[in-house]
């Protein structure tokens, strides 16, 4: 039986670990082509021929990466059906009067900045090829139930959101969905030690959760899987907490 992403082609950024990774392999698993975008080379290769997948180096701060993205996909396959913005970054959790602009610079490049442009250089690509298309962005519960601590990277979630459901809206007559994936912190993951402060805060943290326990890769790729599929089809400007009832 096909899978539920068959014939569809994928980008995938921050595809080489975490929860990038999770989602890059549920996609190969449904039967997506799916390229692995990843600023860290040796990491996203390794995962790229680990999956079956492409991979193109990309810093998703820079729009010249993703013109070279839009470029690699068009040669490659002539399509694009789905855009998984995963790349993220923060910084240690701690007072906000001890934020640098150094920090929030950062957070803001790649956590908002490259949403801008991977909306404004791809969204005319697909246009201009006429198929439907779905945008998911992993925001986080931080840009949906912000807590002291991380207070300008809850507030780059919070953009991301805000503008998803904006562009959910706009282009719908194109059959272009926006939607975003706003999980828990994933423990394990690459920065799951800035969020929570320091290891001993884990348990604390779970406390919160009423399910018991952190977000994991496949909980994400899960539920991008389906928001990529065409069972949402009529689905945009949604966001999907995937946080075990933590912002009940």
């Not at 791809?122 to 198929?131: A, E, F, G, R, S």
């Not at 949906?144 to 809850?154: A, K, S």
Request: glycine share 10%.
């Amino acid at each position: 039986m096909p899978g539920r992403l068959e014939g569809k082609v994928a980008i995938v950024t921050g595809g080489g670990g975490g929860f990038g990774k999770g989602i890059a392999q549920k996609f190969v698993e449904e039967g997506a082509k799916v390229i692995i975008a990843d600023f860290v080379e040796e990491v996203g290769k390794k995962s790229a021929e680990e999956l079956g997948c492409e991979f193109h180096r990309t810093d998703v701060s820079k729009r010249e990466d993703w013109e070279s993205i839009k470029k690699f996909v068009d040669e490659k396959f002539g399509r694009l059906d789905v855009v998984i913005n995963n790349a993220g970054t923060t910084y240690r959790n701690k007072p906000t009067n001890d934020v640098t602009d150094e920090d929030f610079d950062k957070v803001f490049a790649v956590n908002v900045k490259a949403i801008y442009y991977s909306a404004n250089v791809l969204v005319p690509y697909i246009q201009d090829k006429k198929n439907q298309a779905s945008f998911v962005t992993i925001a986080s519960t931080a840009g949906i139930r912000p807590r002291p601590g991380l207070t300008w990277y809850n507030a780059s979630k919070a953009a991301v959101i805000n503008a998803s459901r904006t562009m959910g809206v706009e282009y719908a007559k194109d059959k272009i969905r926006f939607n975003t994936v706003c999980p828990v912190v994933g423990l394990g993951t690459g920065l799951s030690d800035f969020f929570l402060g320091k290891p001993e805060n884990e348990k604390t943290f779970l406390a919160t959760v009423p399910m018991g326990r952190g977000c994991t890769p496949k909980d994400v790729a899960n539920t991008c899987a389906f928001l990529a599929s065409d069972e949402a089809e009529f689905l945009t400007g949604v966001d999907i907490p995937v946080d075990g009832g933590r912002c009940v």
